[in-house]
């Protein structure tokens, strides 16, 4: 008798555990997935684009290609585009969005995945206007590499 009840206690305790991690579950199941948690949707690559284009474009720390030193360093700060919109038209085809499951795999991956930390791997190449010491503007090509998530925000 005392058996039986402690096994039917543990089934119990088991179902009561699972009940309260289902929601922690089902949100590292949506992230690993790849949704976009706060619009409880995945956001398709143009989505994924045009959110990294409006976060470079806000950037300060660019590394121009022709230059060895980032923009910040060297006391040059680029000047940013009006909008998202401007810098894609000025920057056709500057983006580009891969799954990181294409370049990375292990547990360290796959942790990254569930927490939704880590969604892809982002680059932008573009015309970057700025001005140099006299003050002139110019334009040189900047470049950008590095993680976004499933919503588009740049995480490294």
Not at 3 to 15: E, G, N, P, V
Not at 63 to 69: C, P, Q, V
Not at 144 to 149: A, C, K, P, V
């Amino acid at each position: 008798m005392k058996t039986s009840a402690f096994k039917l206690a543990l089934l119990l305790s088991m179902i009561g555990i699972l009940y309260l991690l289902s929601p922690a579950l089902y949100a590292g199941y949506q992230n690993y997935k790849g949704v976009c948690r706060p619009e409880n949707r995945i956001l398709d690559s143009d989505d994924l684009i045009r959110r990294l284009a409006e976060q470079v474009n806000q950037m300060d720390d660019l590394r121009f290609d022709n230059s060895d030193e980032n923009v910040k360093n060297e006391g040059i700060l680029p000047i940013p585009y009006a909008d998202a919109d401007e810098f894609l038209a000025a920057n056709p085809n500057c983006c580009e969005i891969s799954e990181r499951s294409q370049i990375e795999s292990g547990f360290g991956y796959f942790i990254d995945k569930l927490f939704g930390n880590y969604g892809h791997l982002a680059r932008a190449k573009f015309m970057a206007r700025y001005k140099d010491e006299m003050g002139v503007v110019r334009q040189t090509t900047a470049d950008y590499t590095g993680i976004i998530d499933n919503c588009g925000k740049i995480t490294r």
